[in-house]
Every structure is written in structure tokens, then in C-alpha cells.
């Protein structure tokens, strides 16, 4: 079993920078592919943006490529999400997701991932 937790959403303005977090706990987590998806109200889950055991390979949506930035401590087991120039269509609920999978290949569907947090968050004002 694996327990996430995210945390630093809030409200914000369009064009400033939020930083997320994810706190795991549970299972060893340098062998664990890490991602962050969003859900805004009406629409279906999201993918936004994975990153490998190690943090070497990292994926992004194309709406946050540029913008967003994946990162991981594997020493503190935590994940985070670095968002600039933040926009209004980047306000939904954001969620911390875990794949305990064998391979090292971060994946773009929800459906790979085993394990998720509550969510946090996010609203960004024009």
C-alpha cells in the first residue's frame, strides 16, 4: 500500500507560480513511476505530467510543457509540481498518483497507476 498526500494549492491570479507537493509513504518509493493529474469541473481526469524512478525521464502534456515542472526528492519521498504563468484553464482539483509497475516507463494514462492522493486545489483567477 502507498498513502498520498498532497498539499499547496491554492488560490491564485493568472501568470503567477504555484508549487505542489506530494508526500508518499508506504512502499519504497525510488521504485515507484510518480505523476500529477487534474480534473476540472465537467470533465474527465487528466494527465499532466510523470516522471521516472530516478526523475531521468519526465513526460509532460502538451498544455503545461514549458510551464510545469516535475521534480522528485527521493530521499524525502516527496514529488512535486512546479507551475508558472499559470492560466484559467489550469484550475482543477490536482492529484498525486503512484505506479508500483515493474517497468521504469512513466505513462500518460490514468489507468496505470495504482495508488492516488486526495487532491488539492488549484484555482487560478483572469
Known amino acids: 500500500q502507498v498513502q498520498l498526500e498532497e498539499s499547496g494549492g491554492g488560490l491564485v491570479q493568472a501568470g503567477d507560480s504555484l508549487r505542489l507537493s506530494c508526500a508518499a509513504s508506504?512502499?519504497?518509493?525510488?521504485?515507484?513511476?510518480m505523476g500529477w493529474f487534474r480534473q476540472a469541473p465537467g470533465k474527465e481526469r487528466e494527465f499532466v505530467a510523470a516522471?521516472?524512478?530516478?526523475?531521468?525521464?519526465?513526460i509532460y502534456a502538451d498544455s503545461v510543457k514549458g510551464r510545469f515542472t516535475i521534480s522528485r526528492d527521493n530521499d524525502k519521498n516527496t514529488v512535486d509540481l512546479q507551475m508558472k504563468n499559470l492560466k484559467p484553464e489550469d484550475t482543477a482539483v490536482y492529484y498525486c498518483?503512484?505506479?508500483?509497475?515493474?517497468?521504469?516507463?512513466?505513462?500518460?494514462?490514468?489507468?496505470?497507476?495504482?495508488?492516488w492522493g486526495q487532491g488539492t486545489q488549484v484555482t487560478v483567477s483572469s
Open positions: 498518483a503512484a505506479d508500483e509497475g515493474v517497468t521504469n516507463i512513466p505513462s500518460r494514462g490514468s489507468m496505470g497507476y495504482d495508488y
Open positions: 508506504g512502499r519504497t518509493f525510488s521504485r515507484l513511476i
Open positions: 516522471l521516472s524512478w530516478r526523475g531521468r525521464t519526465k
